[in-house]
């Protein structure tokens, strides 16, 4: 079948059905290609997501379906259990990952983009140096070629589309090991009693969220919240886990072991999160990169929706733009790139900054940070909407003072605090306009992170 779409994008996530519904709504024709028989599928995981989101990406919020319950309340605990600090209200809403996409999918249609399941994109089609469409294998088998003006790879961190791109469109290489996070999150039944009987040992409390940071890797969390009434508990873990760490599937096994008062799972997934900075440049001849594929990620604590959500609604007003102007290139979609890497792009920017410091600490080391109030409840806050973590002079002082016993701790954090803020700073500076140059010149000048 000879077809071709203005748009073509490829995985339906949050970043490619938001993408999908939004340019479709500006009467853009638009594809959505998903390799899963339905949208959502094997990805039935809570995300916790930064409440505004929705309102500001100009999404639907989540329906009765895709939304959960929060905690009655949320406590820290560092990774020996001996510190624990209360929690301010988190920003955020629990969200059923899998139901909201299947939600935003069903936007997408009744927005008149077409959504094909089944589809596995296998590339782009380059038509000199730009993307004039992709390759697609069938549902009943055999390849076919889908022609397009723009192209969206909007498949998280497997990036079909972008790693068939030329090289020198700087859409990424390969992730680094040390910037890939295993996790799991599941809803599971409970023995109601049973799980009483812990509650009363004092092992584990009802309707309160407990977050370990730091038991396994330094930069790794252990998350449960029990809810009696409700009949069930929450449970993610994730990290920069393998090595000598278990696997993030070992470690959830571990902890359903622990307890047990948990039974079978009511839903929930695992899966892999990119943590790095965001690639250089979002945008190619005929292309652009969204969500995960993207790396749109907090390094901080791999939160990505929101990310893909804003990304969804800066892309679209690059894509219409594109489309009226009947210019594909890189200088027709910078728009784009240039408003998300100077603005969100710098915040992620920061925390991947302090995400790599975290790494090179270890458990005793976040104990020793925790207990000494070095790492508080508004960081954990901050961190969440997400907003740089700064400090006024009254509150460094106080720091300072609290942490003069871990001297070499406290200094590597000032240091890292330093260096992350140079990087925030760069890519506030990002090119206004696609120049060859300038952007070698802004790659060159980023600050070295190792
Ligand atoms: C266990 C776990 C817990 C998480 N918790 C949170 C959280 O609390 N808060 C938060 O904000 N984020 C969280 N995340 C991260 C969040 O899920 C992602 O950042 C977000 O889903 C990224 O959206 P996306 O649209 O970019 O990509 P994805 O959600 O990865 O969607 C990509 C889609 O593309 C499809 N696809 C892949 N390859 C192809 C191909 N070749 N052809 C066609 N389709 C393809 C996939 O099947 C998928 O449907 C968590 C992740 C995991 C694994």
């Known amino acids: 079948m000879d077809e071709r779409w203005d748009l073509v994008v490829a995985g339906a996530g949050p970043a490619g059905c938001s993408l999908a519904a939004m340019t479709a709504l500006e009467g853009a024709t638009v594809l959505l290609l998903e390799k899963e028989d339905q949208p959502g599928l094997g990805r039935d995981w809570i995300v916790d997501v930064e409440s505004t989101a929705f309102?500001?990406?100009?999404?639907?919020?989540?329906?009765?379906?895709?939304?959960?319950?929060?905690?009655?309340?949320?406590?820290?605990?560092?990774?020996?259990?001996?510190?624990?600090?209360?929690?301010?209200?988190?920003?955020?809403?629990?969200?059923?990952?899998?139901?909201?996409?299947?939600?935003?999918?069903?936007?997408?249609?009744?927005?008149?983009?077409?959504?094909?399941?089944?589809?596995?994109?296998?590339?782009?089609?380059?038509?000199?140096?730009?993307?004039?469409?992709?390759?697609?294998?069938?549902?009943?088998?055999?390849?076919?070629?889908?022609?397009?003006?723009?192209?969206?790879?909007?498949?998280?961190?497997?990036?079909?589309?972008?790693?068939?791109?030329?090289?020198?469109?700087?859409?990424?290489?390969?992730?680094?090991?040390?910037?890939?996070?295993?996790?799991?999150?599941?809803?599971?039944?409970?023995?109601?009693?049973?799980?009483?009987?812990?509650?009363?040992?004092?092992?584990?409390?009802?309707n309160v969220r407990v977050d370990k940071t730091g038991v396994m890797a330094a930069y790794s969390v252990e998350a449960c919240h029990l809810d009696i009434d409700a009949g069930y508990i929450d449970i993610l873990v994730g990290g920069k886990l393998g090595g000598r760490f278990p696997t993030a599937d070992e470690w959830f096994a571990r902890v359903v072991r622990r307890w047990p008062f948990v039974g079978e799972k009511i839903f929930g997934d695992g899966g892999i999160i990119p943590v790095r900075r965001t690639w250089n440049s979002l945008v190619g001849d005929g292309m652009l990169l969204l969500g995960d594929s993207a790396c749109q990620v907090i390094p901080m604590h791999g939160s990505g929706t929101a990310s893909a959500l804003l990304a969804a609604k800066l892309a679209t007003s690059a894509v219409i733009h594109a489309l009226d102007e009947k210019r594909y290139d890189r200088r027709a979609l910078w728009e784009y790139c240039r408003a998300f890497q100077s603005g969100r792009g710098s915040i992620l920017a920061f925390f991947f900054v302090v995400q790599r410091h975290i790494d090179r600490l270890t458990g005793d080391d976040i104990d020793a940070l925790i207990n000494r109030g070095m790492i508080t409840a508004e960081d954990f806050y901050n961190g969440l909407v997400p907003l740089p973590l700064s400090y006024d002079p009254l509150t460094l002082a106080k720091k300072v003072a609290r942490g003069v016993a871990i001297l070499p701790l406290l200094t590597g954090f000032g240091l890292s605090g330093l260096k992350a803020e140079r990087m925030m700073k760069h890519y506030q500076e990002f090119p206004s306009a696609y120049d060859r140059r300038e952007l070698d010149r802004w790659i060159s000048g980023l600050p070295r992170v190792s």
Not at 129 to 136: C, M, S
Not at 149 to 166: F, M
Not at 172 to 200: F, K, L, T, Y
């Open 55 to 206: 309102e500001e990406a100009g999404v639907p919020p989540p329906d009765p379906e895709a939304s959960w319950h929060q905690a009655g309340g949320q406590v820290m605990m560092s990774p020996t259990g001996g510190t624990t600090i209360d929690l301010l209200p988190p920003p955020v809403l629990p969200v059923r990952n899998g139901a909201y996409i299947r939600q935003l999918a069903g936007w997408a249609a009744e927005s008149g983009a077409e959504v094909r399941t089944g589809c596995r994109v296998l590339g782009p089609v380059l038509q000199g140096e730009a993307v004039a469409g992709v390759r697609v294998a069938q549902p009943g088998g055999g390849e076919v070629i889908i022609r397009s003006n723009l192209v969206a790879d909007c498949t998280g961190i497997t990036g079909a589309l972008r790693r068939g791109a030329p090289p020198d469109w700087d859409l990424g290489g390969e992730i680094d090991s040390r910037d890939i996070v295993q996790a799991r999150r599941e809803v599971r039944r409970i023995d109601p009693d049973a799980a009483a009987h812990w509650v009363e040992r004092g092992d584990i409390p009802d």
